[in-house]
């Protein structure tokens, strides 16, 4: 078997009740620019374009981690203590890429 608790709260389990669960965890947008430096119209291999390209993108990625809770005791349920974990946190990343490219 490839996990022990296949069942678990921590395996991410699709239901048609609630439909944002069929939706990704990570979205990104970005944007970018490229500008030829070098432009050359002769044949390979005196036809080498030069250029630079940049780009910026962002990644929003949502853990996921929603803790269930036993609604008796209102303690989290599972190993360690859980209920100091932040519920579903949200990371976000920017990325950002500077590039020299070479076209033939």
């Keep these: 078997m490839l996990l022990d608790t296949p069942n678990g709260p921590w395996i991410r389990q699709p239901t ?3 439909l944002s669960s069929f939706l990704p965890n990570t ?6 620019f490229e500008r030829m430096l070098i432009r050359s119209y002769a044949p390979i291999p005196n036809g080498i374009d030069v250029g630079i390209r ?8 949502k853990l ?5 809770f036993d609604s008796q005791s209102g303690s989290a349920m599972g190993p360690g203590n859980l ?3 932040p519920q579903n946190p949200t990371i976000t990343r920017p990325v950002f890429n500077l590039a020299v490219t070479i076209g033939f």
């Design 27 to 32: 979205w990104h947008l970005g944007g970018g």
């Design 64 to 68: 996921g981690s929603q803790i269930p």
């Design 16 to 18: 048609i009740s609630d």
């Design 54 to 61: 940049g780009d910026l993108l962002l990644y929003f990625h």
């Design 83 to 85: 209920a100091e974990l």
